[in-house]
């Protein structure tokens, strides 16, 4: 049920990366309080078991399968939302690939390509095709989903905290840019969740307690912890137009 600080009753979501974890998370809490959300992956099975899930607990929620790593399916879902429902007015760009784990001198041509693809390439386009949508309604809020690894690179992970980095610097310039059109841009840095997406950090114990003993309550955090920032951030709530709020380890820099 849509409480009145949050209520996003007749807004159109979308959630990429939303066939679970973090992405799974914000978009069953924001269909909670009246979005439609389009979910949205590469696999259209997983994305309909959320979508159907949304809609099984009085929800509103469709499926659209989408690798953001490609721009033809970026342009094809973007096609499907101008023609199905004409308008957005919330992007959570959640997506995104670390393939691999290892020294920053081991990274092979594969590995970089990939990641620099979905989690730069993807998140820059899906931006723009979200923001010339919004900007043609009014306006609207987009939310990228960064990682704390860009403001202090993870352990074995160089190639990820370096795209990750570019992303935060990413949601800086779309917040400048697109704040005359009432477009809201910000970025949740999570710091260690337990999600599949982070399974290579929570199988390795002894890369698991480095990581661990550097966060100040000493303990990893759940996906659906996430979610609330989020709501907060496409939410009236955060009604401002004129800088960016970044999130990290639920402290905010302004």
Do not use: W
Not at 20 to 35: C, D, N, S, V, Y
Request: glycine share 10%; hydrophobic share 45%; net charge negative.
């Amino acid at each position: 049920m849509a409480t009145e600080l949050f209520d996003l009753t007749g807004k159109v979501a979308l959630v990429s990366g939303a066939s679970r974890g973090i992405g799974e998370e914000i978009g069953k809490l924001l269909a909670e309080q009246g979005a439609h959300v389009i979910v949205s992956s590469r696999k259209i099975d997983d994305c309909t078991v959320v979508a159907e899930e949304i809609c099984a607990a009085g929800g509103s929620a469709e499926a659209f399968a989408c690798n953001v790593g490609t721009i033809d399916q970026i342009e094809a879902l973007f096609s499907y939302i101008r023609k199905a429902h004409g308008k957005l007015h919330i992007c959570v760009n959640n997506a995104a690939t670390n393939p691999y784990f290892g020294h920053v001198l081991d990274t092979d041509l594969g590995a970089y390509n990939k990641t620099v693809e979905v989690n730069i390439r993807g998140y820059f386009f899906m931006s723009i095709e979200a923001g010339k949508l919004m900007r043609e309604h009014g306006g609207g809020a987009i939310v990228n989903t960064a990682s704390v690894n860009a403001l202090q690179p993870g352990p074995m992970q160089g190639i990820y905290s370096i795209t990750k980095a570019a992303v935060v610097n990413m949601t800086k310039v779309f917040a400048k840019e697109c704040a005359p059109f009432g477009i809201r841009c910000n970025a949740l840095l999570p710091g260690l969740t337990k999600t599949k997406f982070a399974g290579a950090l929570f199988s390795n114990d002894d890369v698991y307690q480095m990581v661990v003993q550097t966060i100040p309550m000493g303990r990893h955090a759940e996906p659906s912890e996430m979610a609330g920032t989020v709501l907060y951030l496409v939410s009236d709530a955060s009604s401002y137009t004129n800088g960016e709020c970044i999130i990290v380890d639920g402290g905010m820099m302004i």
